[in-house]
């Protein structure tokens, strides 16, 4: 019987009924896995990195996007006085600065836990988009709101392989 070549499909070529049996056995108690042996031999080592040097960057970007949201929840968390005078200048009741200070707390948390990355990505951006509106009906500037948010959303996308897999930007 010929060698099969290093990349042909097992099922491709006669096998005897030993390496059958085996094959069989090895499906059966979930051994043969080929999507595991497809990972590992797509990986090279001049992609990994430029993927490690992505992903460092977008932890940079996600960590300074978390110390802000850290700091401006905090401060809302414990009512401290320049966040009170912000907040009800811009029309936010006093007696909801705290609530709205603990939601963007336990999203920053969602954001900072990687199972939990994603949801807390979409909830920072719901935050981000009422303080947008907030901002618009007070005549202020939004950039920065914007900004944070596209920073959020970059910071994730670079840190989160399979995020940059599920939307791949093409060349």
Same mark, same amino acid.
């Given at each position: 019987?010929?060698?099969? =070549?290093?990349?042909? $499909?097992?099922?491709?070529? @006669?096998?005897?009924?030993?390496?059958? !049996?085996?094959?069989?056995?090895?499906?059966?108690?979930? !051994?043969?896995?080929?999507?595991?042996?497809?990972?590992?031999?797509?990986?090279?080592?001049?992609?990994?990195? @430029?993927?490690?040097?992505?992903?460092?960057? /977008?932890?940079?970007? %996600?960590?300074?996007?978390?110390?802000?949201?850290?700091?401006?929840?905090?401060?809302?968390?414990?009512?401290?006085?320049? &966040?009170?005078?912000? %907040?009800?200048?811009?029309?936010? =009741?006093?007696?909801?600065?705290? &609530?709205? /200070?603990? +939601? !963007?707390?336990? &999203?920053?948390?969602?954001?900072?836990?990687?199972?939990?990355?994603?949801?807390?990505?979409?909830?920072?951006?719901?935050?981000?988009?009422?303080?947008? +509106?907030?901002?618009?009906?007070?005549?202020?500037? !939004?950039?920065?709101? $914007?900004?944070?948010?596209?920073?959020?959303?970059?910071?994730?996308?670079? @840190?989160? $392989?399979?995020? @940059?897999?599920?939307?791949?930007?093409?060349?």
């Amino acid at each position: 019987m010929a060698q099969m =070549p290093p990349n042909t $499909a097992v099922f491709t070529q @006669r096998l005897p009924l030993r390496h059958l !049996l085996v094959l069989y056995h090895s499906i059966k108690q979930n !051994l043969y896995k080929p999507e595991e042996i497809m990972e590992a031999t797509f990986v090279t080592q001049d992609t990994k990195p @430029r993927t490690d040097k992505v992903a460092i960057i /977008g932890k940079i970007i %996600s960590i300074l996007c978390i110390l802000f949201l850290l700091v401006d929840a905090v401060m809302k968390v414990i009512e401290h006085p320049l &966040s009170m005078e912000g %907040s009800v200048a811009l029309g936010w =009741p006093a007696d909801q600065v705290q &609530s709205i /200070g603990i +939601a !963007l707390l336990v &999203s920053t948390i969602l954001y900072i836990i990687p199972r939990t990355a994603i949801l807390g990505a979409i909830l920072i951006t719901g935050y981000l988009g009422g303080a947008i +509106a907030v901002m618009v009906m007070a005549k202020q500037s !939004l950039s920065f709101a $914007a900004t944070l948010g596209v920073l959020v959303w970059a910071g994730m996308y670079l @840190r989160d $392989a399979q995020l @940059r897999a599920m939307i791949p930007f093409r060349k």
